[in-house]
């Protein structure tokens, strides 16, 4: 058995270096760690700042090759539901669109899952892991006017995760409709005490805690499709 994963910066590991105080990517990601402990082979073409619209490019360019795998991850969402934060900033009470609108997120994950299939790839579905909102405003307004961005969130720092969110009950929706299985590390993050402290100063990265998470869930599952052969 062989997996191929297509996601974005956090199916590549990438995590937010305090020290360095930059983004680089992390050697023990869960990906890496999965395939360590379980000797099943991946291979990972999740790309940083990817999108369902870029991810859907690279999975047109390795169409030929995913016969070859078994079984292909798809983790998008994070990057897709974002808002242009500077545009936010100088027009507060205008209408914003996401960087890839739910309905576009819904066409365009639905043409990658049906390309997977008929490439003879089985599709598996991730979940996003959850945002801290605090953190993730504090982030994304760096450098800008944050009255002006929380008058947009009329107050409501929290709306970002459930707009986040929104776009995580598509992933289920999705895989409900296609009856593929979706590995839920948001649920598995949110089972913990004290989830923020899995995510890196940014509120949305996964940290090195928060990769062994994702690698503690997706080995169960790897394991669980092992013993179906």
């Not at 995913?66 to 507060?92: H, K, M, R």
């Not at 089985?122 to 979940?127: K, N």
Request: charged share 25%.
């Amino acid at each position: 058995m062989n997996i191929c994963v297509f996601g974005d910066s956090v199916a590549k590991g990438v995590v937010f270096d305090e020290i360095k105080n930059k983004y680089t990517f992390l050697k023990e990601n869960f990906v890496n760690l999965v395939q360590s402990k379980t000797s099943v082979p991946f291979k990972n073409y999740a790309k940083f700042g990817c999108t369902v619209t870029k991810g859907s490019e690279i999975l047109e360019k390795q169409a030929d090759r995913l016969s070859a795998y078994q079984y292909t991850i798809l983790e998008f969402g994070g990057n897709d539901c974002d808002l242009n934060w500077a545009e936010v900033a100088s027009q507060p009470g205008a209408s914003h669109m996401a960087q890839v609108p739910i309905e576009r997120f819904k066409e365009i994950y639905e043409t990658m899952i049906e390309k997977t299939r008929g490439a003879g790839s089985h599709p598996i579905l991730m979940s996003l892991p959850p945002l801290d909102s605090d953190r993730f405003f504090n982030w994304i307004s760096k450098g800008l006017d944050r009255e002006k961005i929380l008058q947009f969130l009329e107050n409501d720092v929290d709306y970002i995760f459930r707009w986040h969110q929104q776009y995580n009950d598509m992933i289920f929706r999705l895989a409900d409709a296609y009856q593929i299985p979706v590995i839920d590390i948001r649920t598995d993050f949110l089972k913990q005490k004290d989830y923020k402290s899995l995510l890196c100063v940014d509120g949305m990265h996964p940290n090195k805690e928060g990769h062994k998470l994702i690698a503690s869930s997706l080995e169960k599952y790897v394991a669980a499709l092992c013993q179906r052969k």
